[in-house]
């Protein structure tokens, strides 16, 4: 299995609304991302998990909480959004080399999200 | 600053051409150089990925290309198809970070 899957595919939601994105894989890939991505842009690194563990969080809002229940799972936990907030989230997987580095990133499908 | 810059930014051709998309970086420590396709509201595809040591590289109908002296790559697209059309994303990798560019947009025309 090499694939990330990603759930819900659409997501509407209002600005008091509290919502979860789920990312998954079963590839046995210890590093797992969450990106956000605005249209005609390239996606911005959000949140990185190594072992399960936080291991980078590029200044994301706290709005936006991420979670990492095993070494299968990434969640995003989403709560008091604002408009702005709206765009293409992806989650990506990758293993992680023994002596350091990135290996090839699997990336899923995305989260369509909209705030209204 | 580690950076990727890509060009051209959109390009359009007709249908059974060929095409060269350019990927220029200036990353250190550099690791490896990736080539994604994106269709538009999906996640990225990869295509090709390569180390320092690697000059080129195919997969299928795309052969991506490396000169780490130059830091300088292509992603050359034979015969291309409608489904073709798409984003193409250079990604570059340092010891723990990805830099990405902001793509090339292609599309094929019939």
């Known amino acids: 299995d090499t694939e990330v899957t990603q759930t819900p595919k659409h997501l509407v939601m209002g600005m008091t609304n509290k919502k979860s994105l789920k990312c998954e894989q079963h590839?046995?890939?210890?590093?797992m991302y969450w990106y956000k991505q605005k249209a005609k842009k390239p996606p911005e690194l959000m949140f990185v998990?190594?072992?399960?563990?936080?291991?980078i969080n590029e200044s994301v809002p706290s709005r936006f909480s991420p979670e990492c229940p095993n070494s299968s799972l990434l969640n995003l936990h989403l709560h008091a959004l604002q408009p702005e907030d709206s765009a293409l989230y992806l989650c990506?997987?990758?293993?992680?080399?023994?002596?350091?580095?990135?290996?090839?990133?699997?990336f899923g499908p995305g989260t369509r999200l909209t705030v209204l | 600053k580690n950076q990727v810059e890509q060009s051209p930014q959109s390009l359009i051709i007709l249908e059974g051409k060929n095409c060269t998309l350019q990927?220029?970086?200036?990353?250190?420590?550099?690791?490896?150089l990736r080539w994604y396709k994106q269709d538009t509201g999906r996640g990225p595809v990869s295509l090709t990925i390569?180390?320092?040591?690697?000059n080129t590289k195919s997969n299928g109908r795309y052969t991506a290309t490396l000169d780490a002296d130059t830091k300088q790559s292509s992603l050359h697209i034979t015969a291309s198809q409608l489904s073709d059309s798409a984003s193409y994303i250079c990604?570059?990798?340092?010891?723990?970070?990805?830099?990405f560019g902001k793509g090339t947009m292609l599309l094929v025309s019939p």
């Open positions: 990506a997987s990758s293993q992680l080399k023994g002596t350091g580095g990135i290996d090839e990133q699997f």
């Open positions: 998990y190594s072992y399960e563990k936080l291991s």
């Open positions: 990604v570059v990798a340092g010891y723990s970070t990805l830099t």
């Open positions: 390569m180390t320092f040591s690697e």
């Open positions: 590839m046995g890939h210890r590093a």
């Open positions: 990927c220029n970086y200036t990353v250190s420590p550099f690791s490896n």
